[in-house]
């Protein structure tokens, strides 16, 4: 068996700040309450929700949503459309708003644009939490586009008002800007990518390239875990993918080896560090 690996945690992986400022006030409200409805999974990352479970977290869909009267309910990070606040007025509902004050400003913008009757194009995941917050200031009528080729589908206007989910790469975003461009499309492009999302990149790539192994912690449902996972495995070629501390597994490593654990911003401090003593254990 190896023995003595030498594991080091990346300082700057883990929870974004909107992710920590939604997690602390579902946690407030438990210590004082049996229970507290969140819509949608708090954080696409199912050891966190678990836990969270356990203290009295209740995730609900639409359709519960719908149905409840007289109840609090948590708004995760990712925001909301306006149909939710709407019906939160209608049955009496209180809303625990935890929407990312990086998310609630590009709301404001889009709304802005769309009231000035601007064609609006957002790049981004569709159906993703964050995106269906954004298509809801527009009524529904922004495009949502994944891809350029699937942009260029549309009968696109001379101008272009384009904007972009706030966890998407600063990178591609530029490269649809500059491709619209060079078509000869006028492009209002509003980079509203969150810099704590996009910097990681950068220091993800320093953190991988410094390890024998990497070891990347994300939920599987985690879009921005799959972006950094790709980043890891592109600067180093040993980088192993796992949700859980089950899955780690000890033929990976050798003896002395060095191994750095990362993960996504929706990977909470606490999975990494467990993740860390099960390696330190081998």
Known sequence: MPHHLSVQIDP???FCFGVIYAIQMAEDILDEEEYLYCLGDIV?????????E?????????????????????IRAHGEPPCTYQTAMRHNLTLIDASCPVVLKLQNRIKTSYDRQEKV??????????????????GGDAVV????????????????????????????????????????????????????VSNRDKDLRRFAAGF??????????????????????????????????EELRPEWFQPGQSVGICGATSTPMWLMEDVRDALLAF
């Not at 696409?44 to 969270?52: G, S, Y």
């Not at 706030?166 to 990518?193: C, H, M, P, W």
């Open 212 to 245: 024998d192994q990497i070891v990347f912690v994300s939920g599987t449902k985690s879009s921005n875990g799959k972006v950094l996972y790709q980043v890891c495995k592109e600067t180093n070629p040993n980088t192993h993918f796992i949700s859980k501390v």
């Open 12 to 14: 700057n992986s883990g």
């Open 44 to 52: 696409h990352n199912d050891e966190e929700v678990q836990r969270l």
């Open 121 to 138: 194009y957002i790049y981004g995941k569709h159906g993703h939490a964050e995106v269906q917050g954004l298509l809801g200031q527009t």
């Open 54 to 74: 356990q203290r009295g977290l209740r995730i609900i869909d639409y359709a519960t949503y719908e149905q409840l009267r007289n109840e609090k309910v948590l």
């Open 145 to 196: 586009f994944e891809s350029l080729d699937e942009l260029l589908q549309h009968e696109l206007p001379p101008n272009i008002t384009l904007y972009s989910q706030t966890t998407k790469s600063t990178s591609s975003f530029y490269r649809v800007k500059n491709e619209l461009e060079q078509r000869g499309y006028g492009v209002n492009a509003n980079d509203t990518i969150c810099r704590q």
